[in-house]
């Protein structure tokens, strides 16, 4: 046998290939529609509040809410965030701007301030505690009278 005729042998014994084809499936799902309180205001009422009391801690209330979720569809590891959207204080980034100036009303979840424009992690079965508590700026004399403000707390599926 030749050399030219070895060298091609040996060539196309080492050239062996194989293929398969591949198939890629699954099934396209709308995450669930998850609502707060089922779309309406949450009332938070702090009635009468003494100006000389305000501090951060007096009058705190408890944020109630509920999340309910339309889908038959649920994946445990997919996760919930919640988030906060309101218009801040210019002395407490987690405190939504009210009607009278130098007060603001901090939300808190699980007692840690809930800086307004973030988000946070949550499961549905182990909702955080959300709390509302009055703050005022430093120095800030306040007027009497009535007060209000307003936030939007969304949650999402992801």
Not at 7 to 15: E, I, N, P, R, Y
Not at 18 to 27: C, M, P, Q, V, Y
Not at 96 to 117: C, D, K, M
């Amino acid at each position: 046998m030749n050399k030219f005729a070895l060298a091609l042998v040996l060539f196309a014994s080492g050239t062996a290939q194989a293929a398969d084809n591949l198939k890629f499936h699954g099934t396209l799902i709308a995450g669930p529609k998850c609502t707060i309180d089922n779309a309406q205001t949450i009332d938070v009422n702090f009635n009468n509040v003494l100006i000389e009391k305000i501090d951060g801690s007096n009058y705190s209330q408890p944020v109630p809410y509920t999340i309910t979720c339309d889908s038959t569809y649920r994946d445990e590891a997919m996760s919930m965030t919640l988030t906060l959207s309101g218009t801040p204080v210019e002395f407490n980034n987690a405190a939504v701007a009210t009607s009278v100036e130098g007060l603001g009303i901090e939300l808190r979840q699980n007692n840690t301030p809930f800086t307004i424009g973030s988000n946070i992690t949550i499961q549905e079965a182990s909702r955080p505690t959300l709390t509302a508590v009055p703050v005022k700026k430093s120095g800030a004399t306040l007027k009497e009278g009535g007060f209000e403000a307003w936030a939007t707390l969304q949650v999402d599926y992801q």
